[in-house]
């Protein structure tokens, strides 16, 4: 089968591997059709790592994949050849303290696909997965929304556990594919006033057909100044969805007393310094996602519902053999790409 590897930081090729077989009686071969490039494989892409995660080359890349049934082990009872599903990457081992809390989103043996000394990446054309980790999706559903259903489960979990109220008055900082993502999970939640920001226009303009209330422009508008002018009381909560550390300054300055700040983006660096005052005076809380936990299935039914539909999402696509040219155009945040997929199938 064939298969991509970053062989070296921007470099990435394709080569050919022997296709994975089924072992364990819980596990399912994928043919894996689609891929979502995100931007943390584009950190791996560009900086060999993320914080202290660092790829030894050749690495296998991707986790955002959706596909197709091929065999299942004998114990599978859910699951069964063609049935097309969306995965959830994270592979827990269901036995530590965090998995036992009910927090396998830090299980102490967590493999990613696609995480460097983890699980193989998606970028490929089987691979073999626990079948807990394949979702099985509607008829009505397209692979292409089921490769979006990772990135909107991580959205979907930001904002449950922002706890958000009904009519809540909100901010989005960020509109990369997870800050739609939460802002199109926010708008099916209820009824939230939302605020969107990003650097780019284009994000901007799809940011307004997913149902934006408000967009601005930091390179233009003074974004405290203006979303203030029509929230004098502050707001409920933002979230931070650009890992740029100038927009936590902002989410403090837009926050009413007791409102609360959600961390979703990834800073390009280790540490990132904030005023620590305002924090205290307007007792803010800040709460941290990693990833998601149990959101899959609640994102794929806000999909097949049709209560979201992330297709604005989803503006570029690439063979494989052209994965490099995808990997750099989100690198460089080109041509207006919000969400760039490897097409490693042509089945829809
Ligand atoms: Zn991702
Ligand atoms: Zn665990």
Request: aromatic share 4%; glycine share 10%.
């Amino acid at each position: 089968m064939k298969l991509a590897y970053l062989t070296a930081r921007r470099k990435l090729e394709i080569g050919e591997a022997e296709e994975p077989r089924l072992s364990q009686g819980d596990d399912v071969l994928l043919r894996i059709d689609r891929v979502g490039v995100c931007g943390s494989d584009v950190h791996y892409y560009t900086q060999g790592r993320i914080g202290d995660d660092i790829v030894r080359y050749p690495a296998t890349v991707g986790h955002e994949c959706s596909g197709s049934v091929v065999e299942v082990g004998p114990a599978v009872e859910r699951l069964r050849p063609a049935d097309r599903v969306a995965v959830d990457p994270a592979m827990v081992c269901g036995d530590c303290d965090q998995c036992r809390a009910g927090r396998p989103n830090t299980c102490r043996n967590l493999q990613f696909m696609g995480c460097p000394g983890q699980a193989p990446g998606a970028v490929a054309e089987y691979r073999v997965l626990p079948a807990e980790n394949c979702f099985a999706i509607p008829r009505t559903m397209s692979l292409d929304e089921a490769v979006l259903v990772e990135p909107l489960s991580v959205g979907l979990y930001a904002t449950r556990l922002a706890r958000l109220a009904v009519a809540a008055r909100i901010a989005v900082l960020g509109s990369g594919p997870i800050g739609l993502a939460v802002l199109l999970c926010a708008k099916a939640a209820g009824r939230c006033t939302i605020y969107q920001t990003d650097l780019i226009e284009e994000r901007l303009e799809v940011a307004r057909a997913c149902g934006a209330d408000w967009t601005g422009n930091p390179t233009r508008d003074d974004i405290p100044a203006a979303i203030g002018r029509r929230e004098p009381r502050g707001l409920d909560v933002v979230f931070e969805c650009s890992g740029d550390p100038a927009c936590i300054d902002q989410a403090q300055a837009l926050l009413a007393p007791g409102g609360r700040l959600v961390l979703v983006g990834i800073p390009a660096t280790l540490q990132i310094s904030f005023d620590v005052h305002t924090m205290r005076r307007k007792e803010l809380t800040l709460l941290n996602v990693r990833r998601q936990r149990g959101c899959l299935r609640p994102a794929i039914d806000l999909v097949s519902q049709g209560r979201i539909d992330p297709s604005p999402l989803l503006t570029h696509r690439f063979p494989l053999e052209r994965i490099a040219e995808a990997f750099e155009l989100v690198a460089g945040y080109g041509d207006g790409v919000i969400k760039a997929v490897i097409e490693l199938s042509a089945t829809a």
